[in-house]
């Protein structure tokens, strides 16, 4: 371990560290473009130096290594002129976007200008011009406002091991290329958008869609594949218009795939159930929740049930629906495509089964298959949790004695049979945990409103089984999630306090922890 | 010599005896002339007694920087278990230097020979002589005695028959400044855009490859070889001024003067003697003016320091400047400074490699500002922010490309603040009167 | 000495046949050229670093390095077509586009612009009919621009004219050197 001083704050960081990560440590943030803890040290932007005592130039304090005894000053006189004069030129050529630009907001050039630069510009000189670029994929690339950090080059070159982007030409003619036909395609591209310090790299998704302080930001996990990256889901006026990843050196590092994060549409989701309803002379009309519930119960009560589930649903819901199976069975299935790794981080991936909770739902006891009324017995009731029966025929369900449904959407299918339909939140509306497929278990939180009368499903679930005579006093997800730890061994020992928002593996969970990613790697 | 013209007596020619005598190109002539005697020498003896010889001569890196050069090779650690290299930098671009042109179109295999004997002290196999891609001359010469060299088994897998091994390969660059810079120069050689690397790691521990790399002016790799042959205490008396700067130095002379060309003289040697005698003087009709010694990326020096300084490493910084890659560029007084400086400022804009915020923006709005003021549309504050930037882009960049931008600016306007002003407030420049502006 | 071409070195010759980029594109390294290649890559540890040398050959063959070529390259070399162009624009020797006939580069940093290299410049501009720096003259025969310092500042004003290196050119000298070329 190696002790220095930064700012008069005594810091203890290991060897190897550099002063930008022992300033973290210390709890001083060096404003920086071009390093990124993700990514291969450049130490190019020279936004970071810093007055190190007893050395002859400003050191770069991204690239440069702390020393025993070493006395790092952040805000002398000196390192702030070098910072205010890195701005300063960063600003000569960049032109005045910021009514116009996407990054306006959560642009690291505002804010650090903001903090240290200068009020005006002295330069009177023509600014560079060059158009605007399709990169291919979801990435615009607006040369204009590019400050050269770099770290695009160094993601696809060094993260993706796909180099799709360079510098080209030289001097301040230069700027960031990619070749004719050779596109921002890869599975992980878009990271670029996110790395990128300013408005030079653009999701065109997420174009002119809103500006960064009209958004309302929840911690989330990524429910579109097995990963579990973790993300931050970003909603305007209700409706999910972004999710970016949210760092986890355990899961994702920096990263999330594009089908992942484009993929949030579905969230927002209008055809809805939306009200309770019970079949009354034939029709499902709709009722109040007390009703419903009531109806549900009466129809489960003694019989035999076969639960047709989701894996997007929750630890706690899944857990709350094996207490009603009680001598049924219950199964999943789970739409696939290819799998599609993040080569330069280690088990990192798009993954081939598309749903949040896989493993939490096999842990639970439900069958993962391909025919997911296989099991649905002669005469059992049918509930159907989370699903929308999509691609399956309403003949299906003629085996069934009664059909429940509890999902967000009236699955076609069923809506002939179904004599109760309990309406529930889906993934962004609710809160709960769901498991990855390493074992991990995440906490993802409410990012929306949930429509019309739905309520979460663990709610719906603890009070259906409060109406079947069950144990059930469940006023917050946390409290199921902590009967679920009380009852399953796998769950032991987990709390929503323990699992935080960087989640926790369960007690038997296959794989060791991941080798967490080494901050500031070369 | 006084290449092209005849070597002036006053001169002492070691490295340039030969220029201009087209014999000693090949094999057989440079053999005659004594060469490869040093090569054999050093094949014979341990490399860490060659790196004692060099040390004790006192030769410092001829490129510009003037590192003592058997300190530089003495970082190399022998037994390291991994393959050291040698880079020759022959990428000579910096402005008004051409000595090392002369050096490959002469005497080519005297750079051949000095490359194995670096090669051989730092424990290296290769050497690669990166040569800049307009040198189609000193390419053509390099590229033939090199093959005149292995095919004699002077080089190889089986140098001059004593079982090692010295391979040296001719690197062509593409057009760019910035591969003189020992970093950028390894990335160049490996592939990569021309780009320096920022240090720590330096060379001697990761370099070209990933691998201990040493890198060398091919000025200072062919004075290796009659330092070899003639001793340490020969080199280290060649001293005229100061026991640091030792042996002779070409000095590459170009501008506003009678005789340009490259001259060979002694360390320590009086500048104004030089000037006005070894070089002619000014031409006809007109005055010096200023004198930029050491390449365009070292202070410019009015007369008055340039007469009173004596040419070795100390005597050019005691005189306001710095002797650099001894590129001595004559202005005389027919010469606007600003024009001259914002073409320099040109230079270096259009030569930064664009990784730096500092170097890529500033090199580019200063030459902005400058050829501003060159066209009568400047105002005062531009020369306070000329001088705020360029401080702004010294030491703070990875390599000096920035720095040397600002240095011309910086003396320029210190030391002849009269013609910008002049042409600040609307005064054309007129060649008789500049000295009294 | 003589102030013109020492030395001996001569361009090839590049008015034999269409080098203008027309027509689809053939590969370039195929026979002897494929051999050269490979025996360069005998210098070198790993296959980037004859880059730059595989760039010259493209140039000496086809007289430009277009963007088929930069495939091939990175192909043969195992990089990506984007890693090659970023190195192909970073140096200014290698020619993106097609050129004239005889791609004449006048060098005009201090040393040489003190010694009246402009006028060297205007000289070519105007005994070309090119008029303008960087375009190629309508018969195809000559391109003139600006270069930084070529490294003969003692033989101002230096030209290069493809592969043959002038010294101390004059503008009195210019009409002589075209009369020469054509």
Same mark, same amino acid.
């Given at each position: 371990?190696?002790?220095?001083?930064?700012?008069?704050?005594?810091?203890?960081?290991?060897?190897?560290?550099?002063?930008?990560?022992?300033?973290?440590?210390?709890?001083?943030?060096?404003?920086?473009?071009?390093?990124?803890?993700?990514?291969?040290?450049?130490?190019?932007?020279?936004?970071?130096?810093?007055?190190?005592?007893?050395?002859?130039?400003?050191?770069?304090?991204?690239?440069?290594?702390?020393?025993?005894?070493?006395?790092?000053?952040?805000?002398?006189?000196?390192?702030?002129?070098?910072?205010?004069?890195?701005?300063?030129?960063?600003?000569?050529?960049?032109?005045?976007?910021?009514?116009?630009?996407?990054?306006?907001?959560?642009?690291?050039?505002?804010?650090?200008?903001?903090?240290?630069?200068?009020?005006?510009?002295?330069?009177?000189?023509?600014?560079?011009?060059?158009?605007?670029?399709?990169?291919?994929?979801?990435?615009?690339?607006?040369?204009?406002?590019?400050?050269?950090?770099?770290?695009?080059?160094?993601?696809?070159?060094?993260?993706?091991?796909?180099?799709?982007?360079?510098?080209?030409?030289?001097?301040?003619?230069?700027?960031?290329?990619?070749?004719?036909?050779?596109?921002?395609?890869?599975?992980?591209?878009?990271?670029?958008?996110?790395?990128?310090?300013?408005?030079?790299?653009?999701?065109?998704?997420?174009?002119?869609?809103?500006?960064?302080?009209?958004?309302?930001?929840?911690?989330?996990?990524?429910?579109?594949?097995?990963?579990?990256?973790?993300?931050?889901?970003?909603?305007?006026?209700?409706?999910?218009?972004?999710?970016?990843?949210?760092?986890?050196?355990?899961?994702?590092?920096?990263?999330?795939?594009?089908?992942?994060?484009?993929?949030?549409?579905?969230?927002?989701?209008?055809?809805?159930?939306?009200?309770?309803?019970?079949?009354?002379?034939?029709?499902?009309?709709?009722?109040?929740?007390?009703?419903?519930?009531?109806?549900?119960?009466?129809?489960?009560?003694?019989?035999?049930?076969?639960?047709?589930?989701?894996?997007?649903?929750?630890?706690?819901?899944?857990?709350?629906?094996?207490?009603?199976?009680?001598?049924?069975?219950?199964?999943?299935?789970?739409?696939?495509?290819?799998?599609?790794?993040?080569?330069?981080?280690?088990?990192?991936?798009?993954?081939?089964?598309?749903?949040?909770?896989?493993?939490?739902?096999?842990?639970?006891?439900?069958?993962?298959?391909?025919?997911?009324?296989?099991?649905?017995?002669?005469?059992?009731?049918?509930?159907?949790?989370?699903?929308?029966?999509?691609?399956?025929?309403?003949?299906?369900?003629?085996?069934?004695?009664?059909?429940?449904?509890?999902?967000?959407?009236?699955?076609?299918?069923?809506?002939?049979?179904?004599?109760?339909?309990?309406?529930?939140?889906?993934?962004?509306?609710?809160?709960?945990?769901?498991?990855?497929?390493?074992?991990?278990?995440?906490?993802?939180?409410?990012?929306?409103?949930?429509?019309?009368?739905?309520?979460?499903?663990?709610?719906?679930?603890?009070?259906?089984?409060?109406?079947?005579?069950?144990?059930?006093?469940?006023?917050?997800?946390?409290?199921?999630?902590?009967?679920?730890?009380?009852?399953?061994?796998?769950?032991?020992?987990?709390?929503?306090?323990?699992?935080?928002?960087?989640?926790?593996?369960?007690?038997?969970?296959?794989?060791?922890?991941?080798?967490?990613?080494?901050?500031?790697?070369? | 010599?006084?290449?092209?013209?005849?070597?002036?007596?006053?001169?002492?020619?070691?490295?340039?005896?030969?220029?201009?005598?087209?014999?000693?190109?090949?094999?057989?002539?440079?053999?005659?002339?004594?060469?490869?005697?040093?090569?054999?020498? +050093?094949? =014979?003896?341990?490399?860490?007694?060659? *790196?004692? #010889?060099? &040390?004790?001569? %006192?030769?410092?890196?001829? /490129?510009?920087?003037?590192?003592?050069?058997?300190?530089?090779?003495?970082?190399?650690?022998?037994?390291?278990?991994?393959?050291?290299?040698?880079?020759?930098?022959?990428?000579?671009?910096?402005?008004?230097?051409?000595?090392?042109?002369?050096?490959?179109?002469?005497?080519?295999?005297?750079?051949?020979?000095?490359?194995?004997?670096?090669?051989?002290?730092?424990?290296?196999?290769?050497?690669?002589?990166?040569?800049?891609?307009?040198?189609?001359?000193?390419?053509?010469?390099?590229?033939?005695?090199?093959?005149?060299?292995?095919?004699?088994?002077?080089?190889?897998?089986? +140098?001059? =028959?004593?079982?090692?091994?010295?391979? *040296?390969? #001719?690197? &062509?660059?593409? %057009?760019?400044?910035?591969? /003189?810079?020992?970093?950028?120069?390894?990335?160049?050689?490996?592939?990569?855009?021309?780009?320096?690397?920022?240090?720590?790691?330096?060379?001697?521990?990761?370099?070209?490859?990933?691998?201990?790399?040493?890198?060398?002016?091919?000025?200072?790799?062919?004075?290796?070889?009659?330092?070899?042959?003639?001793?340490?205490?020969?080199?280290?008396?060649?001293?005229?001024?100061?026991?640091?700067?030792?042996?002779?130095?070409?000095?590459?002379?170009?501008?506003?003067?009678?005789?340009?060309?490259?001259?060979?003289?002694?360390?320590?040697?009086?500048?104004?003697?030089?000037?006005?005698?070894?070089?002619?003087?000014?031409?006809?009709?007109?005055?010096? &003016?200023?004198?930029?010694?050491?390449?365009?990326?070292?202070?410019?020096?009015?007369?008055?320091?340039?007469?009173?300084?004596?040419?070795?490493?100390?005597?050019?910084?005691?005189?306001?400047?710095?002797?650099?890659?001894?590129?001595?560029?004559?202005?005389?007084?027919?010469?606007?400074?600003?024009?001259?400086?914002?073409?320099?400022?040109?230079?270096?804009?259009?030569?930064?490699?664009?990784?730096?915020?500092?170097?890529?923006?500033?090199?580019?709005?200063?030459?902005?500002?400058?050829?501003?003021?060159?066209?009568?549309?400047?105002?005062?504050?531009?020369?306070?922010?000329?001088?705020?930037?360029?401080?702004?882009?010294?030491?703070?960049?990875?390599?000096?490309?920035?720095?040397?931008?600002?240095?011309?600016?910086?003396?320029?306007?210190?030391?002849?603040?009269?013609?910008?002003?002049?042409?600040?407030?609307?005064?054309?420049?007129?060649?008789?009167?500049?000295?009294?502006? | 000495?003589?102030?013109?071409?020492?030395?001996?070195?001569?361009?090839?010759?590049?008015?034999?046949?269409?080098?203008?980029?027309?027509?689809?594109?053939?590969?370039?390294?195929?026979?002897?050229?494929?051999?050269?290649?490979?025996?360069?890559?005998?210098?070198?540890?790993?296959?980037?670093?004859?880059?730059?040398?595989?760039?010259?050959?493209?140039?000496?063959?086809?007289?430009?390095?277009?963007?088929?070529?930069?495939?091939?390259?990175?192909?043969?070399?195992?990089?990506?077509?984007?890693?090659?162009?970023?190195?192909?624009?970073?140096?200014?020797?290698?020619?993106?586009?097609?050129?004239?006939?005889?791609?004449?580069?006048?060098?005009?940093?201090?040393?040489?612009?003190?010694?009246?290299?402009?006028?060297?410049?205007?000289?070519?501009?105007?005994?070309?009919?090119?008029?303008?720096?960087?375009?190629?003259?309508?018969?195809?025969?000559?391109?003139?621009?600006?270069?930084?310092?070529?490294?003969?500042?003692?033989?101002?004003?230096?030209?290069?004219?493809?592969?043959?290196?002038?010294?101390?050119?004059?503008?009195?000298?210019?009409?002589?050197?075209?009369?020469?070329?054509?």
């Amino acid at each position: 371990m190696v002790n220095l001083t930064i700012e008069d704050r005594p810091v203890t960081v290991p060897e190897g560290t550099t002063i930008l990560e022992a300033a973290k440590v210390a709890g001083i943030l060096i404003p920086h473009y071009c390093y990124h803890p993700g990514l291969p040290i450049a130490g190019v932007c020279r936004m970071c130096l810093v007055q190190v005592e007893k050395a002859p130039k400003l050191a770069p304090s991204c690239a440069t290594t702390v020393a025993e005894g070493q006395v790092v000053h952040v805000y002398t006189d000196k390192s702030l002129e070098a910072r205010k004069a890195v701005l300063e030129m960063l600003l000569i050529n960049h032109p005045l976007d910021c009514p116009i630009c996407d990054q306006s907001g959560e642009c690291e050039l505002q804010d650090f200008t903001y903090m240290e630069g200068r009020k005006e510009s002295r330069y009177r000189d023509p600014k560079r011009f060059n158009p605007a670029e399709d990169f291919g994929g979801d990435v615009i690339y607006v040369p204009n406002r590019c400050i050269l950090c770099t770290r695009c080059v160094r993601f696809m070159d060094d993260v993706a091991h796909e180099p799709t982007l360079n510098v080209s030409e030289r001097g301040d003619r230069a700027l960031i290329g990619k070749f004719e036909g050779r596109d921002m395609t890869h599975p992980w591209a878009a990271n670029v958008i996110d790395l990128c310090p300013v408005g030079a790299l653009l999701s065109k998704d997420f174009l002119n869609k809103a500006r960064a302080w009209e958004l309302d930001r929840t911690a989330s996990i990524c429910p579109n594949c097995t990963q579990g990256c973790n993300v931050m889901m970003e909603t305007r006026e209700n409706q999910i218009v972004r999710m970016k990843p949210r760092p986890n050196e355990n899961v994702n590092a920096f990263f999330m795939c594009d089908w992942g994060r484009l993929n949030y549409r579905w969230m927002n989701e209008k055809n809805r159930a939306e009200q309770p309803m019970v079949r009354q002379g034939g029709a499902l009309a709709a009722t109040t929740w007390e009703l419903a519930i009531t109806a549900a119960a009466r129809a489960l009560n003694g019989k035999k049930v076969f639960v047709a589930a989701s894996p997007m649903l929750s630890n706690e819901s899944l857990f709350l629906l094996t207490e009603l199976i009680q001598g049924g069975s219950g199964a999943f299935r789970v739409v696939e495509g290819d799998e599609a790794p993040l080569a330069g981080v280690e088990d990192l991936a798009l993954r081939r089964e598309r749903a949040a909770n896989v493993y939490g739902a096999e842990k639970l006891g439900f069958k993962k298959t391909r025919d997911l009324l296989g099991g649905l017995g002669q005469g059992d009731v049918l509930v159907v949790a989370g699903e929308d029966l999509a691609g399956i025929d309403a003949a299906a369900l003629s085996g069934a004695s009664d059909v429940i449904v509890i999902s967000s959407v009236l699955p076609e299918a069923a809506a002939a049979r179904a004599s109760v339909v309990l309406p529930i939140a889906n993934f962004a509306e609710e809160e709960g945990t769901v498991t990855n497929l390493r074992g991990r278990v995440q906490r993802f939180t409410q990012a929306r409103q949930a429509p019309g009368e739905t309520r979460p499903s663990w709610l719906v679930l603890g009070d259906l089984l409060g109406a079947l005579g069950k144990q059930s006093n469940f006023f917050l997800p946390s409290e199921v999630f902590a009967r679920l730890a009380s009852v399953n061994k796998s769950f032991a020992g987990l709390s929503y306090d323990t699992i935080g928002f960087k989640g926790l593996p369960l007690a038997d969970a296959p794989a060791g922890p991941k080798t967490p990613i080494a901050v500031g790697a070369a | 010599m006084g290449f092209p013209h005849h070597p002036h007596p006053r001169e002492t020619t070691v490295l340039s005896k030969y220029f201009g005598d087209a014999e000693a190109r090949t094999l057989d002539g440079w053999k005659k002339r004594g060469g490869y005697k040093a090569l054999e020498k +050093a094949l =014979g003896m341990q490399p860490a007694d060659i *790196v004692n #010889v060099v &040390k004790e001569s %006192g030769l410092r890196g001829r /490129g510009g920087a003037g590192f003592p050069t058997g300190m530089k090779w003495s970082f190399m650690k022998p037994g390291d278990g991994k393959p050291h290299y040698l880079c020759c930098n022959a990428d000579e671009s910096e402005p008004g230097t051409f000595k090392d042109r002369e050096l490959m179109r002469w005497t080519p295999h005297a750079l051949v020979e000095g490359c194995a004997i670096g090669a051989y002290a730092i424990g290296a196999e290769t050497a690669y002589i990166y040569i800049r891609g307009e040198f189609t001359e000193p390419l053509y010469w390099m590229e033939k005695a090199v093959a005149e060299a292995y095919a004699a088994g002077i080089i190889g897998k089986n +140098a001059m =028959g004593t079982g090692k091994r010295v391979d *040296v390969y #001719v690197h &062509k660059g593409a %057009g760019a400044y910035i591969c /003189g810079e020992e970093t950028a120069l390894m990335n160049s050689l490996e592939g990569r855009r021309g780009n320096p690397r920022i240090k720590p790691p330096f060379p001697a521990v990761s370099g070209v490859f990933g691998m201990p790399t040493t890198i060398n002016n091919v000025e200072t790799l062919i004075a290796s070889a009659p330092i070899l042959l003639n001793g340490a205490d020969w080199y280290k008396k060649m001293s005229l001024s100061n026991p640091k700067s030792t042996g002779t130095k070409l000095f590459s002379v170009c501008g506003n003067v009678q005789r340009p060309g490259t001259y060979e003289v002694v360390l320590g040697f009086p500048f104004k003697e030089f000037l006005y005698d070894l070089c002619g003087g000014p031409l006809h009709g007109r005055k010096f &003016k200023a004198v930029i010694p050491g390449g365009a990326s070292v202070p410019i020096q009015t007369m008055e320091e340039a007469e009173a300084t004596l040419m070795d490493y100390e005597g050019f910084v005691a005189q306001g400047s710095m002797l650099g890659s001894g590129g001595v560029i004559v202005i005389d007084d027919a010469q606007p400074m600003v024009t001259v400086i914002a073409r320099l400022a040109r230079f270096f804009a259009h030569e930064s490699c664009a990784q730096c915020t500092q170097c890529r923006e500033g090199t580019a709005w200063t030459t902005k500002i400058m050829e501003r003021i060159r066209d009568g549309e400047g105002t005062m504050e531009d020369l306070d922010t000329l001088l705020d930037i360029g401080e702004q882009m010294t030491g703070t960049t990875i390599c000096v490309l920035s720095d040397s931008c600002a240095v011309p600016v910086a003396s320029g306007i210190k030391k002849f603040r009269g013609e910008f002003e002049a042409l600040i407030q609307g005064r054309r420049f007129h060649p008789v009167t500049a000295a009294v502006a | 000495m003589t102030p013109d071409l020492v030395g001996g070195v001569e361009s090839p010759d590049y008015a034999s046949h269409d080098r203008a980029g027309h027509g689809p594109y053939t590969p370039v390294f195929v026979g002897d050229v494929k051999r050269e290649l490979d025996d360069l890559l005998t210098r070198y540890p790993n296959k980037m670093a004859a880059l730059l040398p595989a760039l010259w050959i493209v140039q000496r063959e086809r007289r430009w390095v277009s963007e088929e070529a930069m495939v091939e390259v990175a192909e043969l070399l195992e990089l990506t077509p984007a890693y090659v162009k970023g190195v192909v624009t970073f140096y200014t020797m290698y020619h993106q586009h097609p050129v004239g006939q005889y791609f004449i580069q006048v060098c005009t940093t201090s040393p040489c612009g003190i010694c009246g290299a402009e006028d060297v410049v205007k000289a070519f501009l105007r005994h070309t009919n090119t008029g303008e720096l960087g375009i190629t003259s309508p018969d195809g025969k000559f391109t003139v621009i600006e270069v930084e310092c070529l490294g003969a500042c003692g033989f101002a004003t230096p030209v290069m004219v493809n592969e043959e290196f002038i010294e101390s050119m004059t503008p009195d000298k210019v009409p002589e050197l075209l009369a020469r070329l054509k």
